[in-house]
Antibody, heavy 123, light 107 residues
């Protein structure tokens, strides 16, 4: 059974750095073709894709957030970590991680999601 | 960046009716890497369609996707009460992006 769960602070101050951890089970990020992505959703608004890390440590980032984001993985701990610098109140929202799979020529995006973790940016 | 525009913003229909949701891309979506998600209030999004027209295991066949290039459609053939939710399209080639969502509400 595949599960993912996000964890981290619920409140950060403006200009601080946010660090979120996605802890997963039911798969290994050393398996060829797997990737874990991050998505966020401001209250009452649409989903926003942030970035993704693959089994081979290849990474993709949202162009608009690239300078502020870092995604790393710890395969031995089954964890992926998202770091976002210089937090602002507009970064408030629910942050999700999700599993992406590449099998041959077929990519299945975000088939499994974590429950999400709320983050508020306020002084 | 590929901008996805979903229409209509809100769709009001009754159970049993057919729903047609549109997603238009600002440029061609590579390899038809277009997905649809359903999100109910307070819940995590659920993948309904990927590759423009493929359904993951467990998704009812009343949900179908079609389209290519820049124009894509999600069709729900016969609405069930549990289908009323917000639907998002996503292109996941290159730098992924989501549409702004279509709210499907009960008429």
């Amino acid at each position: 059974q595949i599960t993912l769960k996000e964890s981290g602070p619920t409140l950060v101050k403006p200009t601080q750095t946010l660090t979120l951890t996605c802890t997963f089970s039911g798969f290994s990020l050393s398996t060829t073709g797997l990737g874990v992505g991050w998505i966020r959703q401001p209250p009452g608004k649409a989903l926003e894709w942030l970035g993704l890390i693959y089994w081979n440590d290849d990474k993709r980032y949202s162009p608009s957030l690239r300078r502020r984001l870092t995604i790393t993985k710890d395969t031995s701990k089954n964890q992926v970590v998202l770091t976002m610098t210089n937090m602002d109140p507009v970064d408030t929202g629910t942050y999700y991680c999700g599993l992406e799979k590449i099998v041959g020529a077929t990519t299945t995006p975000l088939d499994y999601w974590g429950q999400g973790t709320p983050v508020t940016v306020s002084s | 960046e590929v901008v996805l525009t979903q229409s209509p913003g809100t769709l009001s229909l009754s159970p049993g009716e057919r729903a047609t949701l549109s997603c238009r891309a600002s440029q061609s979506v590579s390899s038809n890497y277009l997905a649809w998600y359903q999100q109910k209030p307070g819940q995590t999004p659920r993948l309904l369609i990927y590759g423009a027209s493929s359904r993951p295991t467990g998704i009812p066949d009343r949900f179908s996707g079609s389209g290519s290039g820049t124009d894509f459609t999600l069709t729900i053939s016969r609405l069930e009460p549990e289908d009323f939710a917000v639907y998002y399209c996503q292109q996941y080639g290159g730098s992924p992006t989501f549409g702004q969502g279509t709210r499907l509400e009960i008429k």
